[in-house]
C-alpha cells in the first residue's frame, strides 16, 4: 500500500480498494503522539468552552472533536437534534415520544432525512439525535426524547431515524446504556442482570447498530458498578466483541467519564466535548504504562476509518442554510404533528360525540398553554425555531368563531364556556417541569475539571467563532434561565391543581368539553377522565403543533397514534422509581408485560388509540416460512370514514418468567367501510432467549403463544400457538 499521510490520500486509498480500516491505520501512524492525543477529545478548551456554552453556544456552533488541520482530517463535528437540528433556526419537528405514537417507521425515516438535511446545512457531520433509552417509568424527565416503553417499538423507530439522518450526516445512538432516570444521572449505580440486560434494555441498541448507526454516545450513570463512559464490559465485550460495532464511541458531555486510562482502555474512543479529563491525565498514564499507544491508536483508527466509510455522505455537497424551517419542512412537521396526536377518549354527547368540531361552531379555549409556544425540553434538545405555531393559532385558522379564557379564574371560564358550543381545555406541562436536568450535582465531580485552559487552545477556539453564522434567538426564549433550563424528572404524574381546577369548572359548564394534555408521557387522568367528553394527548408537537392538533380536532386527518406506553389508573400500578437513588435494581419488568404480568388494567394501554371509524381484524393466519414467522391477515374499516389502523403482534414465550414480547407491527389503511390486507414478518431470532451462563443467545424453541391485536391486551385478540 502507497504511504499515506493526508486524509485525502486515505481517502483516495479507499475509492481504489484499501479497506477504511487499512487506510486509517496508515494515516495513523505517520501522526505525532500529540496529534493522537488530539483525536482523543473535544477540542474546544474547558473553561472558555463553558463561557461560550453558557451564551446560549449549544444553539450557535457545532462542537468539533480529533480535527488535525495538518493532514486535512476534518473530524467530528458535532450537533444535536432529536427534534431538529439544534444549531441554527432550525425546523421543531414533534418531540419523539410523539412520532413514535405515530407507529409510522416511514414518517420516521422522512423526518430523519429533513433533519439531517439541516444539520448539513449548519456544519455538522455528526448528531445525537438518535436517543432511544426505553421508558421505564413515566416520570422520567427526559421521556419525551425516546419513543416510548417497548425495546422492539423503539428500535424499529431509533433505526428509522438513522436511515433517514445518515443520507446527510453521522448519527450517535445514546445513551448507551440504562439510562432513563435524570435527576440521578451523574451519580446513580443501575444494578441489572445479564438477562435483564440483553432482552430489555439493550436490543433496541442492538437494532440501531446493525442500522450501521456511525457511532454510540456512553451514558453518564454507571452500570453494575461501573461508570458507562469506562465500561469495558458494555463498550467492549458487547458494543464490539459481541455486536460486531465498527464505529466510534463518544463520552457523554463534560461529565462523561471519570478516569482517562480507563475509558481508553474500556473503549471510549472521544472525549466531549472538551480537553478535559484525558488532556489533564492521559499523558501521565501512559507514562505509567496504565494504558499504552496501542490503546491510543486502536480509538484513532476508529475515528478516522468511520470518517472514511462514510466519505460518500459527507463529500457530498452541504445544503444552503435555505433548507433550514422550508416550505416542505414545516409541511412535513404539520403531517407529524397531526399524526402525533392521540385520541384517548371521544363519548357522545346527546348521541353525538364532540370530535370531531365543525367549522361553524362556537369553540371556546382555556387555559394558559393554548396561546403559548410548548416545544418541549430547554436543554440539549431544544430547536431555536422561529415560526412556531400554538393551539390558537391552529385552531384560529380552522375555526371561525373561537374565543380564548387562559383559566386563571375558573368562574369566569365556566362562564365562558356556558356560551360555546364546544369547550377545549388545554393543560399540561412545560420545560419548566420535565427535561434534561441541569442543577445540583455531587461536588466532588469539580476535581475533575482542570485549573485552567492552554492558551493556544483558547486562541485556536476564539479564532473559529469569530466565523459563525449569524443566529436569531427566539423571542419566547426572553424569559428563560440562560444556559439550560433546570428540567428534570417529574415530581407528579397529575396534572398541576389549577389545570385540575379549570378542566372540571369548564365541564361543568359545559358538557361537550376536550381536554387537550401537552406532555411528554403519561398523565394520570383518573381524577377527571368521566367528566369530560374527548381527551387527546397532544405531546410537544413542535412548530406545526397547532395546526396540526387542529388538523386532528377538525377532522381533516382522521386520528391514527397510538399510546407507546402504558397509562396507569393510579402511581401505585407503576414499579418503584426514586429520582434521587444512589443504586436501583432495573428487571425485566415494567410497562405494559408488567401490568400483564400482575393484573393490572391499565387507563389506557400499551398500543392503544382512538379514530373517528372503528375497525376490525379478522382471517389472522400464522405460518412458519424458513427463519421468519409470518402473520397476515385482514383489517376492516366498519365505519363511516378513511382511517388507519395499527395491528400488533405480540409473543408469549415457553418460559413463564419471561415478560411478553412485541416482535412486530404495522400500519394498515383502509377505506371506509372496506377490508385491507396485512401481513407482518418477524425474523425468529426476535424470539430468541439470553442464556447468561454462556453470555449468548440461545435460539427460540418450544410453544409460542403469538397474539395479533390492537393493543396490549386486546380482549378480541386473536392467539395460536407455534411449535418451534
Known amino acids: 500500500m502507497t504511504r499515506i499521510t493526508t486524509f485525502d490520500e486515505a481517502r483516495e486509498a479507499v475509492r481504489q480498494g484499501t479497506s477504511a480500516e487499512d487506510a486509517a491505520r496508515a494515516l495513523t501512524a505517520t501522526l505525532s503522539e500529540y496529534e493522537r492525543l488530539w483525536c482523543l477529545d473535544g477540542d474546544a478548551p474547558t473553561w472558555a468552552g463553558l463561557k461560550f456554552l453558557s451564551d446560549d453556544g449549544y444553539h450557535k456552533a457545532v462542537f468539533t472533536g480529533a480535527e488535525l488541520d495538518r493532514v486535512g482530517f476534518p473530524g467530528i463535528r458535532f450537533s444535536d437534534g432529536p427534534r431538529g437540528a439544534v444549531v441554527g433556526n432550525a425546523t421543531a419537528f414533534p418531540v419523539a415520544m410523539a412520532r413514535g405514537a405515530t407507529w409510522d417507521v416511514d414518517l420516521e425515516e422522512r423526518i430523519g432525512d429533513a433533519i439531517g438535511s439541516e444539520l448539513r446545512a449548519v456544519g455538522a457531520n455528526l448528531t445525537g439525535a438518535v436517543c432511544i433509552n426505553l421508558l421505564r417509568h413515566p416520570a422520567w424527565g427526559r421521556a419525551q426524547e425516546t419513543y416510548g416503553e417497548d425495546p422492539h417499538h423503539v428500535g424499529e423507530f431509533g433505526a428509522a431515524l438513522t436511515r433517514g439522518l445518515q443520507r446527510h450526516v453521522m448519527a450517535c445512538v445514546k445513551h448507551f446504556a440504562c439510562n432513563s432516570m435524570e435527576n440521578a444521572r451523574f451519580s446513580v449505580d443501575v444494578q441489572v442482570d445479564d438477562v435483564a440486560l440483553h432482552e430489555v434494555y439493550l436490543p433496541h441498541f442492538r437494532r440501531v447498530v446493525d442500522e450501521g448507526v456511525a457511532s454510540v454516545m456512553s451514558a453518564y450513570n454507571s452500570v453494575n458498578g461501573e461508570w458507562c463512559g469506562q465500561s469495558h464490559q458494555l463498550l467492549t465485550d458487547v458494543l464490539r466483541d459481541e455486536w460486531g460495532f465498527e464505529g466510534f464511541v463518544i463520552s457523554d458531555w463534560i461529565l462523561g467519564l471519570r478516569d482517562a486510562a480507563t475509558s481508553v482502555k474500556a473503549g471510549l474512543d472521544i472525549e466531549m466535548p472538551y480537553r478535559m479529563v484525558r488532556q489533564q491525565h492521559l499523558p501521565t498514564a501512559i507514562e505509567r504504562g496504565e494504558v499504552t499507544w496501542a490503546d491510543v491508536d486502536r480509538s484513532v483508527v476508529r475515528v478516522i476509518a468511520t470518517l472514511l466509510r462514510f466519505d460518500e455522505v459527507l463529500s457530498a455537497p452541504s445544503p444552503s442554510a435555505g433548507i433550514l424551517g422550508s416550505p416542505q419542512h414545516r409541511a412535513l412537521a404539520r403531517e407529524a404533528a397531526g399524526r402525533s396526536v392521540l385520541l384517548l377518549r371521544n363519548e357522545p354527547v346527546e348521541g353525538a360525540a364532540v370530535l370531531p368540531l365543525q367549522a361553524s361552531q362556537r369553540v371556546a379555549v382555556f387555559g394558559r398553554l393554548a396561546d403559548t409556544v410548548n416545544i418541549g425540553d430547554g436543554g440539549s434538545s431544544d430547536v431555536w425555531d422561529l415560526s412556531c405555531r400554538t393551539v390558537l393559532d391552529g385552531l384560529r385558522e380552522a375555526i371561525t368563531d373561537v374565543t380564548h379564557d387562559d383559566g386563571s379564574d375558573a368562574t369566569r371560564a365556566a362562564a365562558v364556556a356556558g356560551g360555546a358550543d364546544v369547550a377545549i381545555v388545554v393543560v399540561g406541562y412545560t420545560y419548566v417541569d420535565e427535561g434534561e436536568y441541569i442543577g445540583e450535582t455531587d461536588a466532588s465531580l469539580m476535581s475533575l475539571f482542570p485549573q485552567g485552559d492552554e492558551p493556544d487552545v483558547v486562541d485556536r477556539f476564539q479564532a473559529q467563532l469569530e466565523h459563525i453564522a449569524p443566529i436569531t434567538k427566539p423571542s419566547r426564549m426572553a424569559d428563560r434561565p440562560r444556559m439550560f433550563s433546570r428540567g428534570g424528572d417529574r415530581e407528579s404524574l397529575r396534572l398541576l391543581p389549577d389545570d385540575v381546577s379549570v378542566i372540571r369548572a369548564v365541564a361543568a359548564a359545559n358538557p361537550r368539553t376536550v381536554v387537550v394534555i401537552q406532555a411528554g408521557s403519561a398523565v394520570i387522568t383518573t381524577e377527571w377522565a368521566d367528566s369530560v367528553a374527548a381527551i387527546t394527548q397532544a405531546w410537544y ?118 415478560p411478553h414480547r412485541l416482535i412486530g407491527f404495522t400500519r394498515v389503511d383502509v377505506p371506509a367501510g372496506g377490508r385491507a390486507s396485512f401481513e407482518v414478518v418477524v425474523p425468529l431470532d426476535h424470539l430468541s432467549t439470553r442464556d447468561s451462563a454462556q453470555r449468548t443467545w440461545q435460539p427460540a424453541s418450544g410453544r409460542h403463544r403469538i397474539t395479533t391485536a390492537r393493543f396490549a391486551g386486546d380482549p378480541d385478540a386473536t392467539t395460536v400457538e407455534v411449535d418451534l
Open 541 to 658: 408537537g413542535g412548530a406545526e403543533a397547532g395546526p396540526g392538533l387542529a388538523d386532528v380536532l377538525t377532522g381533516v386527518v382522521n386520528p391514527s397514534a397510538r399510546l407507546p406506553f402504558t397509562v396507569p389508573v393510579d402511581e401505585a400500578d407503576l414499579p418503584e422509581f426514586d429520582r434521587d437513588a444512589t443504586t436501583f435494581t432495573y428487571d425485566r419488568w415494567h410497562g405494559w408485560s408488567r401490568a400483564a404480568r400482575h393484573g393490572i388494567t391499565p387507563a389506557y394501554p400499551f398500543g392503544f388509540g382512538l379514530s373517528y371509524t372503528t375497525f376490525a381484524v379478522t382471517d389472522v393466519a400464522t405460518t412458519l416460512n424458513g427463519p421468519t414467522l409470518v402473520v397476515g391477515g385482514t383489517v376492516h374499516n366498519t365505519g363511516l370514514r378513511d382511517g388507519t389502523d395499527v395491528v400488533q403482534v405480540y409473543a408469549e414465550l415457553p418460559d413463564a418468567q419471561a
